[in-house]
């Protein structure tokens, strides 16, 4: 197993953060029994209530007759006070003993049980001592079950794809010895268990287990067996055999490492929460502030993709700093913490620190990753620093050429926005209309009537780039009013094109988003339906007792793909963004250079549609 060590006074600040928050629950009796009162606010699910409260969902719909998974805003829930939540009748128990260094958390992945079942199966269970036996639970007519995450990651070694990996394979031939379908690899300098698995498209645990290997250690020349298909093994004995060629462990100033060094800055605001969360009651308690949560959800998808990292077998040290959003705080970061050590910074957030982080990375040549939206300036003679979500810009020419695309020939209406802070959108929209030949008329915002703007009986196209709430909220009133008219209620069609901002605003009701067809280029997507979504979500929920946020999912992506690639690489990892191939859960992934001299830019983007029966679809 890799080595991930974190620092300390961090981890103290995150678990005091979580433990303040934690809300307080009037109790109510019914028919003598005690129940807390919850209401549910935005976001809340039947399934982040039980975690919550550590009840069964079957339990929670005894206390709640009617209750189903689809929950209303205010809806109130009385959940039991007194609940066992865990039928030992539905289990069987296996003895283990407790070995150093074990958690909860991993007993819960080694076994394929959740961690409230392992404390449920062992009453009075607090904390886990090395040499401790205890119960683990497991369900009437099941196995003990693999760990789930490296199930995953096993799955991800074996479908990444490399395109240097014949040349590869060929150029160390002097080194394979043919054996039916195992062959002979030898450990070279900075090649870790985690690289080889992936230069061979083998998990790790098989290598482990044909070497008998107890760790993740290698030592240079050290020979190991691997399995490969019969068919590669012949391919490669049947050619020529060129001289090793070192240069895919050294890319010109690429260094590979046996451990790399990670910073992560992101806005936490420790010190404002602290004492926002303090100022409440147990009538009136306060929540995370909402700029907290955000950094916390993608923090908390950073450690999950850090801890699948480490199972591979990855080493590294990690940095966290809480940079509060001031470039101040950042500064004093840069020069005391040892920051130019680092091989990757990830963060920060706000613009006047990730202007001072790219500067930072620059002149000590570490690359920088941005993970939200940043202006491009940053970019320009930069070649250190990367932006992983696509600019507005990319956003703009997506929808631009999505409406080319799709609706060639219809009546395009652009409105312009009244607030001065979207004229950069609305003229880079305009360049690309006229670019793609498209035929436009420039109107402005009404929310009385705006028929004479469009065609009866026909499709319209409307574009309004803002990322302003008002001009959006009365933009779909005036829309709204203007379809309600006699003529235009059943025959006139409009497909509104806004952005991803709107849906993050609230007061924009649904029923105005299908009416008007509402479409949206994001750089993000979460299709929480898909097998693979449900995996991670799965894997989230065991290890945080909440759901997922995009944020989160979006931390994970981020982290997979560029410690993926300090792993493949080393240090100059960012020559070979074209050859990282991970299976990004909310993101696509295609990472340009913006010149030689320049940054590089997600330039991969999503195009969302609201349908008229309340379905949110992706259309490209």
Known sequence: MGIIRFIVSFVFCFSVLLSLAQKKYDVEVNNGKKYYVFIVERGNTLYSITREFKISESDLKSANPGLSTELTLGQKILVPVDKSGYKQSEFTFKK??????????GLSRKFGVSIEDIKGANPGLIELKNGE??????????????????????Q??????NDNQVNQIEENANQIVANDSIIEHKVLAHETLYSIARRYMVSVDTIKALNDLQGNALSRGQVLKIPIEPVKVREVLNKDVPKEDTTFYEYGDSKRK???????????????NASHLASGSLSSPK???PKTKIALDFYMGVKMALDSLEKAGVNLNVQIFDTRGDSTAVAKILKDQNVDQADLIIGPFYKKPVALVAQFAKEHQIHNVIPFSASGKVLYGNPYVSKFIASNGILIKGTVEYIKDHYPNQNVILIKSTTSKDDYAYQKTREFLEEFNISYTEKALSTTDMGSYFKKNDLNIVLAPSANQIFANNLFVGLNKTMNKFGYRDSTVIHLFG????ERFEGIKMKYKTRMNFHYASPIYADWKSEKTKLIVKDFRSKFE???????????????????GLELFGTGFFKHFDQIQTDPVVN??????????NGFENSSYFILRYLPTYQKILTK
Do not use: C
């Open 96 to 105: 283990h003993t407790v070995e150093k260094g074990e958690t909860f958390y």
């Open 588 to 597: 696509r992934i295609s990472i340009n250079q913006l010149g030689n001299t």
């Open 156 to 161: 991800n070694l074996q479908n990444d794809q």
């Open 258 to 272: 046996d451990a790399y060094n990670v910073t992560i800055l992101l806005p936490f605001f420790f010190d404002q």
């Open 133 to 154: 036996e205890i119960n683990i639970p497991v369900k009437n007519g099941e196995s003990i079950q693999k760990d789930p995450v490296e199930n995953h990651i096993d």
């Open 287 to 289: 929540e995370i502030l």
């Open 546 to 564: 909440t759901d997922p946020t995009e944020y989160s999912l979006h931390g994970f992506d981020l982290t997979m793909y560029y410690i993926s």
């Open 499 to 502: 952005t991803d901002n709107w």
